[in-house]
Each structure stands twice: as structure tokens, then as C-alpha cells.
Nanobody, 121 residues
Framework: QVQLVESGGGLVQPGGSLRLSCAAS????????MSWYRQAPEKERELVAT????????NYRDSVNGRFTVSRDNEKKTVYLQMNSLKPEDTAVYYC??????????????WGQGTQVTVSS
């Protein structure tokens, strides 16, 4: 059974830090690209950061670049999102995503249940 379980969310003051974790099971973690998405109230879900399966290359949305760092530990089957200098506009439910692309096949996507991050004084 595939599972992605996020943890580490919470309430933090502006300028503070949080580290999200996403523990995976039930699939071959190392061959999946891993991403963090977020969804704020009444807004569409948006991609925050991605780390590749092969080279562990990373990509970030512009608004978090330089503040957030995505990393992965294939031995622990876990992906992390270190969030520094948090702003109120970072408030959202953060979701972990695993994606596998294979030629000629539809994308294989797995999602976690989400963890709430609230940035407020």
C-alpha cells in the first residue's frame, strides 16, 4: 500500500523556520521525482519545489527560491522541505507528491494528506 505521510507543520511567526518531512512507503522511492505543493484557502494548488530522482536536481518557485530547500534521503525514503524566513503568504496546506514518468505511459502520481503551515504573529 502506497503511503506518503507529511509531518512538521505548525504555527510559526514571520521570519521563523519549519522543516517538513514526508515519509514514503509502498513504492520504489528512489526512482520517483519528489515535490512539495501547497494550497492556500480559496487558491489553486501550486508547485513549491521539486527534487529529481536521478541527479537530485532541484527546482523552486520564484517566491520561495533562496528561502526554501528541498532534499531527500533515499535510505530513509523521506523528502524534506526546510523553510526559512517564512512569510504570512507561505500559509497553506503543504502536500508531498511522488511522480514517475515513463515513455508511453500516463504519469504515476501519489499524494500525501497534507500538513498545515500557518505563518502569523
Amino acid at each position: 500500500q502506497v503511503q506518503l505521510v507529511e509531518s512538521g507543520g505548525g504555527l510559526v511567526q514571520p521570519g521563523g523556520s519549519l522543516r517538513l518531512s514526508c515519509a514514503a512507503s509502498g513504492f520504489i522511492f528512489s526512482i520517483y521525482d519528489m515535490s512539495w505543493y501547497r494550497q492556500a484557502p480559496e487558491k489553486e494548488r501550486e508547485l513549491v519545489a521539486t527534487i529529481g530522482s536521478v541527479s537530485s536536481s532541484t527546482n523552486y518557485r520564484d517566491s520561495v527560491n533562496g528561502r526554501f530547500t528541498v532534499s531527500r534521503d533515499n535510505e530513509k525514503k523521506t523528502v524534506y522541505l526546510q523553510m526559512n524566513s517564512l512569510k504570512p503568504e507561505d500559509t497553506a496546506v503543504y502536500y508531498c507528491n511522488a511522480r514517475r514518468l515513463e515513455p508511453g505511459l500516463p504519469p504515476r502520481d501519489y499524494w500525501g494528506q497534507g500538513t498545515q503551515v500557518t505563518v502569523s504573529s
